[in-house]
């Protein structure tokens, strides 16, 4: 398979690479992006009061989200291959597909959370989930352990 063979790990990881995008946006925009994109009242709150670790969690998903395109990227013939690549994939989509799913778990989201920002949050969370599902498994068979 080519690498333009593979649009939905393309797509994963454009996707990731928005999701990591608009999380640095809320560093750079403060409190009222972090309200803005849904991060919650407390947050927003921390920020304004000059706290460091809402910026720091903020940072630290961020990086993850690239490191997830990094996986997807590769396993499209993007990018280098990083270390496990297939156990990476799979761990990535779980996760997404998880974190989807928790919209049918009220006892999971804050007071803060309107119903609007839970829907929203879990459709875009669960087609990213899907892009990295369908994509890894098409890629599977070249996805060999030893390249």
Request: proline letters at 6%; a positive charge.
């Amino acid at each position: 398979m080519t690498p333009s063979s593979n649009p939905l790990l393309l797509l994963a990881g454009a996707g990731s690479i928005a999701a990591a995008v608009a999380h640095l946006a809320c560093i750079v925009g403060g409190a009222d992006f972090y309200r803005l994109f849904g991060a919650g009242e407390d947050m927003a709150r921390a920020v304004e009061l000059g706290r460091w670790q809402p910026h720091a969690m903020t940072a630290v998903i961020a990086a993850i989200l690239f490191g997830w395109a990094w996986f997807a990227f590769a396993a499209a013939g993007r990018l280098p291959r990083p270390p496990l690549l297939r156990t990476g994939l799979v761990a990535i989509t779980v996760v997404l597909l998880l974190r989807a799913a928790a919209v049918f778990l009220p006892g999971v989201w804050r007071a803060e959370h309107t119903p609007t920002f839970i829907i929203v949050s879990s459709l875009i969370v669960l087609l990213l989930g899907l892009a990295f599902l369908t994509g890894t498994i098409k890629a599977w068979p070249t996805l060999s352990r030893r390249t």
